[in-house]
């Protein structure tokens, strides 16, 4: 079993920033693949960024390039997602997820944390 806790989500004013972390536990994450999604009311859960906890390769969706960086910090078992120059379409519900293949598809992943509230204001 893995567990994940995000933490970070709050309110900001469009152009401005947020980091959101994810702190897992739980059985070790070489194997794992870490997610970031994110879903409103209504929608499908959509694919943000993920990472690999070994390698650190990454992918991204093309909605957060060049604004959504993310890392992870091997000795805190957290996965971080910073989120630069956010705008009101960001606002959601962002979920942190693990998963034992690479991909984008949610339906890969085993984990999945509370999810944290990102609300972006005009």
């Known amino acids: 079993q893995v567990q994940l806790v995000e933490s970070g989500g709050g309110l900001v004013q469009a152009g401005g920033s947020l980091r959101l972390s994810c702190l897992a536990s739980?059985?070790?994450?070489?194997?794992?693949?870490m997610g970031w999604f994110r879903h409103a009311p209504g929608k499908e859960r959509e694919f943000v960024y993920l990472?690999?906890?070994?390698?650190?390769?990454?992918e991204y969706a093309d909605s957060v390039k060049d604004r959504f960086t993310i890392s992870r910090d091997v000795d805190e078992n957290t996965v971080n997602l910073q989120m630069n120059s956010l705008k009101p379409e960001d606002t959601d519900v962002y979920y942190c997820?693990?998963?034992?293949?690479?991909?984008?598809?949610?339906?890969?992943?085993?984990?999945w944390g509370q999810g944290t509230q990102v609300t972006v204001s005009s």
């Open positions: 997820a693990a998963g034992p293949r690479y991909g984008s598809d949610k339906d890969m992943y085993s984990y």
């Open positions: 739980g059985r070790t994450l070489n194997a794992y693949v």
């Open positions: 990472i690999t906890w070994i390698g650190g390769s990454i």
